[in-house]
């Protein structure tokens, strides 16, 4: 690993995005243990959209973040970003979804409130990140 092969190297600025391989507390530390100045850290905390989220569980890694805070004794400040998206969902796109999730009759409940009359709607997402900056 990257950790591994920097025992005697030290950095300004370590960073890391949406990395899965941070689960531990001492990891943490290892990228502390290399940096200068600063550690920075960058990961989805919410995904939301207009169709799907309120039938699906939020996905574990998005509280990461918050888990990653608890780990820390160093000082650290974050800012959140947004992105915003919209595209076209296809009213068998949907029923094929969720096909494997729900009862055919509750899939039809659920395109009847949704598409009403129509055969497409627009889905808009927004995914916020938040970018954890720990100072060394």
Partial sequence: ???KQTQKQNYDIVFSAMNPALTTPNELEEMMRIANKYVC???VIEEKDTMF???ET????????KIYKTWLSKPYCTQTFTY???EK???EFFVDYFSIDFLSAKIQTLVDDLFKETTEKINET???FELLIIEI
């Avoid at 939020?58 to 973040?65: G, L, R, S």
């Fill in 53 to 55: 989220s309120s039938l």
């Fill in 58 to 65: 939020p996905a574990e890694e998005w509280q990461w973040m």
């Fill in 84 to 86: 915003t998206s919209k």
């Fill in 41 to 43: 850290l960058l990961r």
């Fill in 1 to 3: 690993s990257f950790l």
């Fill in 89 to 91: 969902i296809s009213k």
């Fill in 126 to 128: 927004t995914i916020t």
